[in-house]
């Protein structure tokens, strides 16, 4: 099912509950200049028995200050409750802004099990850093792949 989220974020009290819904796709394609995720934590509340994300594409981060959270997905209470087991990100590049990002998702989620991350670069020394995030949950381990 296609769904265009951002319609959720302006009528959101008016989503249902995906009781049946394991596994859940968004594409990113982020060209548009000032979108946000404000979709997110209404879509995930609705969702109680996630237990795979995957983003297909880039994370989702504020450009003018990468080394913050966007004002969309600040707090991040909504991953609290979340039973998320696998989060997977298609084109994750490494930079400041992701990082932060991705130390968020893993600072709240505290049922994760996998981080499925794909890149096509590799970033080095930087794959030793992301590897030593802190996390929520002790069982969480990352997997990062190139192409």
């Given at each position: ?15 249902p ?50 080394k ?44 994760l099990k ?9 970033f ?24």
């Open positions: 099912m296609l769904v265009e989220f951002v319609a959720f974020s302006y009528f959101h009290e008016a989503i509950v995906f009781k049946n819904l394991y596994h859940l796709t968004i594409t990113n394609n982020d060209t548009v200049i000032g979108f946000c995720w404000e979709f997110l934590p209404f879509v995930i509340k609705k969702c109680p028995n996630l237990k795979t994300l995957v983003i297909d594409g880039p994370l989702h981060y504020n450009e003018d200050r990468p913050s959270v966007c004002h969309c997905l600040s707090g991040y209470s909504f991953l609290l409750s979340c039973p998320l087991e696998v989060l997977q990100i298609t084109d994750y590049s490494g930079t400041p802004g992701e990082v932060e990002q991705l130390k968020h998702f893993l600072e709240k989620l505290s049922g996998l981080v499925k991350l794909h890149s096509l670069t590799r080095g020394s930087d794959k030793k850093k992301l590897l030593m995030l802190p996390r929520a949950s002790s069982k969480c381990k990352i997997k990062v792949t190139f192409s």
